[in-house]
């Protein structure tokens, strides 16, 4: 957790002042827009923070970041952590003009999936994405990726749906066991994300970030389980 406190005090350094706005439609103005409105205050950074160091605590906690109803939640997550000393992947559909806004706001550097410290996932993630990512090593276990990654809803508890994932977390943070429902998260990402962090203190850390501002945090420690799979 040190590594997480030491780079949010080195985002709010580098970041500037920043202004939402409202979604373009692809031109270099509203490109502009797009980058204002990922470029996090350092008084918004502070608050992105707070909740998602939180829900990364405390697994199966749904908490709500400021952020406008436009801007993907991923990448406002991400920006509010990210910095120019962290190499950054970000994977989203061609055309994608957010992709870009998450560099140009955070200055950080471009990496690939074996080089990359934070990942920014702005379409589903899936199961070769997580097994192409780094896990860190024996001496330096928080090379490990942090993942941002878009979801359609998240909700406490046991909510079975058509087309939701029922997540029951236990671990560090949890009293007993925690229930999580997720939809846009398929149970192979799932199995995935389960073999990453099977040899602690490897692994990947995981946000979880819905379209209304949602976001759920599965860190490294959490051993988690699909309980119900409204997909199947």
């Not at 962290?86 to 989203?92: E, N, S």
């Not at 962090?197 to 990947?204: A, H, I, Q, R, T």
Request: with cysteine; hydrophobic share 40%; charged share 25%.
């Amino acid at each position: 957790m040190t590594a997480f406190v030491d780079q949010a005090t080195r985002t709010q350094a580098h970041q500037g002042t920043g202004t939402q706005a409202h979604q373009g439609t692809g031109t270099p103005a509203d490109q502009g827009i797009r980058i204002r409105t990922l470029h996090r205050e350092p008084q918004e950074s502070q608050r992105d923070f707070t909740v998602l160091l939180d829900v990364l605590s405390r697994p199966g906690r749904v908490r709500r970041l400021d952020a406008p109803e436009f801007a993907p939640t991923a990448a406002v997550a991400a920006c509010g952590l990210g910095d120019v000393e962290v190499p950054t992947l970000v994977l989203a559909e061609d055309g994608d003009l957010w992709a870009e806004a998450v560099h140009a706001a955070t200055g950080a550097p471009r990496a690939t999936a074996a080089t990359a410290r934070a990942v920014v996932v702005l379409r589903p993630l899936t199961d070769e994405d997580v097994r192409s990512l780094p896990r860190g090593d024996a001496l330096n276990p928080e090379l490990g990726a942090r993942i941002f990654a878009r979801v359609e809803s998240l909700a406490e508890g046991e909510h079975p749906a058509d087309d939701a994932l029922v997540l029951a977390l236990t671990g560090p943070g949890v009293r007993e066991e925690n229930r999580l429902t997720v939809r846009g998260l398929s149970r192979d990402t799932v199995t995935a994300l389960v073999e990453a962090n099977s040899s602690f203190p490897l692994g990947v850390d995981t946000f979880l970030a819905a379209r209304d501002g949602s976001v759920a945090g599965l860190p490294r420690t959490t051993r988690v389980r699909v309980v119900a799979d409204g997909g199947a």
